[in-house]
């Protein structure tokens, strides 16, 4: 069975630091365009960030750049997000999304994933 995995979330304080992993079974990430989404309560979920399968190209939504850093590890089959100076306003529920062997660009359309994962919690509060 096919899945997507997240792990790293949790509760820091503002200004802290967080790094996310999105590890996969059933399928490699390697080459597939991989996306974070957030959802913050009474919002529309909204890309973070993207690194393509076809040339690890990176996408960041312009309040998470500078802070936040996508990247892969394929022999951990694992994409990770690195999130630094962590704002209040980062607080949601952060998910990696895997997009179909076609569709190799970054930013991903949530139209275009074809594997969700389950979702991690970030709280930033003090």
């Given at each position: 069975q096919s899945q997507l995995v997240e792990s790293g979330g949790g509760l820091v304080q503002p200004g802290g630091?967080?790094?996310?992993?999105?590890?996969?079974?059933g399928f490699t990430l390697d080459a597939r365009t991989i996306g974070w989404f957030r959802?913050?309560?009474?919002?529309?979920?909204?890309e973070v960030s993207c690194i393509s399968g076809r040339d690890d190209t990176t996408n960041y939504a312009d309040s998470m750049k500078g802070r936040f850093?996508?990247?892969?590890?394929?022999?951990?089959?694992?994409?990770?997000?690195?999130?630094?100076?962590?704002?209040?306003?980062?607080?949601?529920?952060?998910?990696?999304?895997?997009?179909?062997?076609?569709y190799r660009l970054c930013p991903l359309s949530q139209a275009s994933v074809s594997s969700w994962g389950q979702g991690t919690q970030v709280t930033v509060s003090a």
């Open positions: 630091s967080l790094r996310l992993s999105c590890a996969a079974s959802q913050a309560p009474g919002k529309e979920r909204e850093t996508i990247s892969r590890d394929n022999a951990k089959n694992t994409v990770y997000l690195q999130m630094n100076s962590l704002k209040p306003e980062d607080t949601a529920v952060y998910y990696c999304a895997a997009a179909s062997l076609v």
